[in-house]
């Protein structure tokens, strides 16, 4: 079925280095997609979105990029601080669904 | 910003009896919220569609006689685990959509952990 999927499972960066997150989707009905941030033992917390119509997005220290024509989507993080350590989703959506689809995550590790 | 709430945060139970989970908008209201189920280390499984004052839309092979769940009004959705056994342990997650907000963005409960023995 569709699926939205991850490259890397672990990412380790050192503090204050730039991070990057990458994300692969399949289904190429997906129009709205979304990044979030999970803390041990918490809930999912909103980082950023995208829409479709638009290939970058940026907010506070992040910035998401969407390829549609390979189906890729990636967040980066300037300046990563220990903060930030955390395990990041992907999720995608579609117009007409209201549910989101999340992919395997991938656990970011910021060395002091 | 949009808060979402849970309750309990954590729920040891024995095998065979039920557990109700209810998840809060407390600033917006949801004509939708999302049920998912998390297992360790692994993503979220989005398990039904909470609409208030409609029954609910399962996902594919999760029972419904066995996850009930009720949206009574804008504000609160409760999921029922009914007849509980240890493989049903796990982190369940709910979140709601602002229905005066455009766009997709969900907002996330805090998330209930379910220890059955």
């Known amino acids: 079925g569709e699926s939205v999927g991850l490259h890397l499972p672990t990412l380790s960066v050192q503090e204050g280095d730039n991070s990057i997150i990458n994300c692969a989707y399949s289904?190429?009905?997906?129009?709205?997609f979304i990044w979030y941030k999970q803390e041990s033992g918490k809930g999912p917390q909103f980082i950023i979105d995208?829409?479709?119509?638009?290939d970058k997005r940026q907010g506070q220290r992040v910035t998401v990029l969407l390829n549609k024509t390979v189906k890729h989507l990636s967040l980066q993080i300037a300046a990563t601080q220990p903060g930030d350590s955390a395990v990041y989703f992907c999720?995608?959506?579609?117009?007409?669904?209201?549910?989101?689809?999340f992919g395997s995550g991938t656990r970011l590790q910021v060395q002091p | 910003g949009a808060v979402v709430s849970q309750h309990p945060s954590r729920v040891i139970c024995k095998s065979g009896t039920s557990v109700k989970i209810e998840c809060r908008s407390l600033d917006f209201q949801a004509t939708t919220m999302f049920w998912y189920r998390q297992f360790p280390k692994q993503s979220l499984m989005l398990m039904a569609t909470s609409n208030e004052g409609s029954k609910a839309t399962y996902e594919q092979g999760v029972e419904k006689d066995k996850f009930l769940i009720n949206h009574a009004s804008l504000t609160l959705s409760t999921l029922t685990v009914t007849s509980a056994h240890p493989e049903d342990s796990s982190f369940y997650i709910c979140?709601?959509?602002?229905?005066?907000?455009?766009?997709?963005?969900?907002?996330f409960g805090p998330g209930t952990r379910l220890l059955v023995l």
């Open positions: 289904n190429s009905a997906s129009d709205y």
């Open positions: 999720a995608e959506s579609f117009t007409g669904r209201r549910a989101l689809t």
């Open positions: 995208i829409r479709s119509n638009m």
């Open positions: 979140s709601a959509r602002d229905r005066l907000a455009s766009g997709g963005t969900q907002y």
